[in-house]
Nanobody, 119 residues
Framework: QVQLVESGGGLVQAGGSLRLSCAAS?????MGWFRRAPGKEREFVAA?????NTFYSDSVKGRFTISRDNAKSTLQMSTLTAEDTAVYYC??????????????????WGQGTQVTVSS
């Protein structure tokens, strides 16, 4: 069992930056971030695998950067807009998957952290 603890959410003005962190209690092949905005379904944000390959949704590409240091994942978010307002969830997947944009590829989830961008 891998436990994930997120930190770093909060309130920021549009155009600002915020950094989210996720500490995992064990190793995982993939570490990802998803988000759920009010009234919307949970969506993929970014993922990184053990060899360092990264994946981003089109909506955050060029603005967000995911990184990892062993069992810790960091999501650096820049040029934030009101559309980025959501609860952000950290996720970890034990085994190899080609479908890292699907939440089905992840076995463990964090409790979520709120990110609110004021316009």
């Amino acid at each position: 069992q891998v436990q994930l603890v997120e930190s770093g959410g909060g309130l920021v003005q549009a155009g600002g930056s915020l950094r989210l962190s996720c500490a995992a209690s064990g190793r995982a092949y993939a570490m990802g971030w998803f988000r759920r905005a009010p009234g919307k379904e949970r969506e993929f944000v970014a993922a990184i695998v053990t060899i360092g390959n990264t994946f981003y949704s089109d909506s955050v590409k060029g603005r967000f950067t995911i990184s990892r240091d062993n069992a810790k994942s960091t999501l650096q978010m820049s040029t934030l807009t009101a559309e980025d307002t959501a609860v952000y969830y950290c996720a970890a997947g034990r085994g190899y998957s080609r479908f890292l944009m699907s939440d089905l590829s992840y076995d463990y989830w964090g409790q979520g952290t709120q990110v609110t961008v004021s316009s």
